[in-house]
C-alpha cells in the first residue's frame, strides 16, 4: 500500500495517510471535528478525531474513548486484543479489537490509536475499521493491513497550527 501527506482540519494537522483514498466530506457532512476517508476499492474507513481530554492516567484514556465510542455506534459482541505505547515525546497509544457494529450488523476489526495532547485539552482519536465478512475470523494482530494504516498515521502525525485547539 502506498501512502502520501494529508492536511488535515484545514492544514493544521498533518498525517501520512493510505493513498487514494476518499476525503469523507465529498460524500456526505462531516462534523467539524473529524477527518474521514475512505478506501475505494475496500470497505475500509478512516476516522480522525478531535475529542474533549479526558483527565484520567494516560494508559486509561484510550479504553474510556473506545468505550464511549463503542456505545455511541451501538456496537456488540466486542472482543479487547493487544494494546500498546508508542515511545515518544507525545503519549501515542493503540488498541486492537473486534465487534459487530452497524445498521446491518457485521464484524468489524478495529484499530484504535490515542493521541494525548494535554497542552491543548485534546485527545486525538484515529480509528481504523476494516469489515470482515464473517463473524468469528481471528483476532487481528499487529501486522495487520489496518494496524499498519493506523501506524503511518500515528508515526506521522504533526500539528502545524496550535491554534486549531484555541
Known sequence: ???EPKSLFGGAITATLPKGWTDGSLIREIP???EVFTCPQTPRSMIIELLEYQAVPDQDAL???FEEITRLN???NTQLGTTAVFPGSIPMFTLIAQQVMGRKPHPVQVFMGLIRLPQAQTDIIITVHDPQPVLGAPMPHDS?????ILKSALQSFTVND???FA
Open 1 to 3: 500500500m502506498e501512502y
Open 32 to 34: 467539524d471535528n473529524q
Open 63 to 65: 479504553r474510556v474513548h
Open 74 to 76: 451501538e456496537a456488540a
Open 144 to 148: 495487520s493491513p489496518g494496524m499498519a
Open 162 to 164: 496550535w491554534s486549531l
